[in-house]
């Protein structure tokens, strides 16, 4: 197999902390992003600087698994180490990354990354690549509020604590994993907000934490393409914990979890951060137990009565199927009412109904 030395950054981090504006900057500054790229859009008319195939491939295993991108479960963790466990996944990636690397630097960046952490680092290993990891840093009320708190504010205050508080809690779970997943490699954090107000002053630390050669000076002040495309206006959420619904103990995590982050800036592994940032992620696992015990006879009971909807409705179509084709064929109208049996037909349509209930 062939072997290659080319630097792998490997950007990460939650949705909207700024992941889009980090590779794309790295990619200005001729780092190289592998093709196609997911096209820009409306939502991000800047672009997202993500490989169509990495995007594609993390979010159909994640599907496979019902995980979401910032998914809170900690069981979470367990159900993708399993997963891996074949190794077919880590060599679909094997396959497609030893076509990327014939650049000098290659930048991927995918917020889903840090789920998949170990086929990216057994990949890279089998390949040679010297896998780095970026991880773009953004407060969590900001995170969190960019778009949710415009949609629910006009909702019930119980709707928002649970939305709101899912949300917190997806973006401490998914902070505490993406830190964990490169503890064993080259890593750098940025803050988003640094990025946007001196995009040369937040990358000189990182460019040195990751060992990148860049195709400008830092230090100069020279008109770069770079400074086209992030300014300070591109942080549209400036959001705050008042803003947003969620316990204050979690609130309190989040917040730590956020500073501590904010020490591996400048020390991407400070021994004390990171036993503190372990005693969190322990914390967090606990508490997480705890409402879940708590919460037990309402899930219990809502997957019951989703179980009964779901009957319910199976058994109501089938019924309106049935009268259909009887009257059908008393008629004598069609085809298939002359030479489909009762039992063939609701067969056929209870496949029909079944991938109806999935859809919903």
Do not use: C
């Not at 084709?325 to 109904?353: D, F, H, K, N």
Request: net charge negative; glycine share 4%; hydrophobic share 40%.
């Amino acid at each position: 197999m062939p072997m290659s030395s080319t630097p792998l950054v490997l950007v990460s981090g939650s949705g909207r902390s700024g992941t889009s504006s980090l590779a794309g900057t790295l990619k200005r500054l001729g780092l190289h992003v592998p093709q196609p790229e997911v096209e820009a859009s409306e939502t991000n008319p800047r672009g997202f600087y993500e490989p169509q195939w990495v995007i594609d491939f993390h979010k159909r295993h994640l599907k496979e698994l019902a995980l979401f991108n910032i998914d809170s479960r900690p069981a979470a963790v367990q159900l993708v180490a399993d997963y891996l466990a074949s190794g077919e996944t880590t060599a679909e990636l094997r396959e497609w990354l030893s076509g990327q690397l014939d650049a000098d630097q290659v930048v991927v960046k995918d917020p889903h990354a840090f789920w998949f952490a170990r086929a990216w680092e057994e990949a890279s290993k089998d390949l040679g690549a010297d896998l780095r990891w970026l991880t773009a840093l953004r407060h969590p009320a900001e995170v969190v509020g960019s778009r949710d708190i415009a949609y629910l504010s006009s909702q019930s205050d119980e709707l928002r604590l649970t939305k709101e508080t899912s949300n917190v809690a997806g973006w401490v779970h998914a902070a505490l994993l993406t830190e964990q997943a490169g503890r064993a490699s080259r890593r750098a954090f940025v803050k988003y907000v640094d990025l946007l107000a001196d995009w040369r002053a937040a990358l000189a630390p990182v460019q040195e934490q990751l060992a990148l050669s860049f195709d400008t000076d830092l230090a100069s002040t020279d008109h770069h393409p770079v400074d086209d495309f992030v300014e300070p206006s591109m942080r549209k959420s400036q959001l705050g914990w008042d803003d947003v619904a969620t316990p204050d103990w979690l609130k309190d995590m989040a917040e730590e979890v956020w500073q501590l982050l904010g020490v591996l800036t400048t020390s991407p592994h400070d021994e004390a951060t990171l036993a503190r940032l372990d005693e969190v992620h322990a914390d967090y696992t606990a508490r997480y137990a705890d409402a879940v015990a708590l919460t037990f006879d309402h899930t219990k009971a809502e997957s019951t009565l989703a179980a009964r909807e779901a009957r319910d409705t199976q058994r109501s179509t089938l019924q309106q199927v049935r009268r259909d084709l009887e009257q059908a064929r008393r008629a004598g109208s069609t085809p298939l009412a002359q030479t489909v049996g009762g039992r063939e037909a609701a067969a056929i349509l209870r496949r029909a109904v079944v991938r109806r209930i999935t859809r919903r």
